[in-house]
């Protein structure tokens, strides 16, 4: 078993930034893909974006270019660096291994207001 534990979220003005991290309980982002997903009240859940194994990572269109997905070296934390937020953004921030069937975090809010 694994828990995924999130951390720094928070209310943010519009064009600010946040860095949310994922710690695990055990080194288990060396061997899976890392993804970060976000729900907004009342919308689906939304892939925010993924590191692999391997270090690639991948954005949706709504984020690329604002966010970005980065693991220590020691694979025990992954974080997501957030900038140029926006009111859209506001949505709680949730980590996952493995797949929806697989671990998740208790999710961190974000919310984004002036």
């Known amino acids: 078993q694994v828990q995924l534990v999130e951390s720094g979220g928070g209310l943010v003005q519009p064009g600010g930034s946040l860095r949310l991290s994922c710690s695990a309980s055990?080194?288990?982002?060396?061997?899976?893909?890392t993804n970060w997903y976000r729900q907004a009240p009342g919308k689906q859940r939304e892939l925010v974006g993924q590191?692999?194994?391997?270090?690639?990572?991948w954005y949706p269109n709504s984020v690329k270019g604002r966010f970005t997905i980065s693991r220590d070296n020691a694979k025990t934390t992954v974080f997501l660096q957030m900038d140029s937020l926006k009111p859209e953004d506001t949505a709680v921030y949730y980590c996952?291994?493995?797949?929806?069937?697989?671990?998740w975090g208790q999710g961190t809010q974000v919310t984004v207001s002036s």
């Open positions: 590191i692999s194994s391997g270090g690639s990572t």
């Open positions: 055990r080194n288990i982002f060396s061997g899976y893909t």
């Open positions: 996952n291994v493995g797949g929806v069937h697989g671990y």
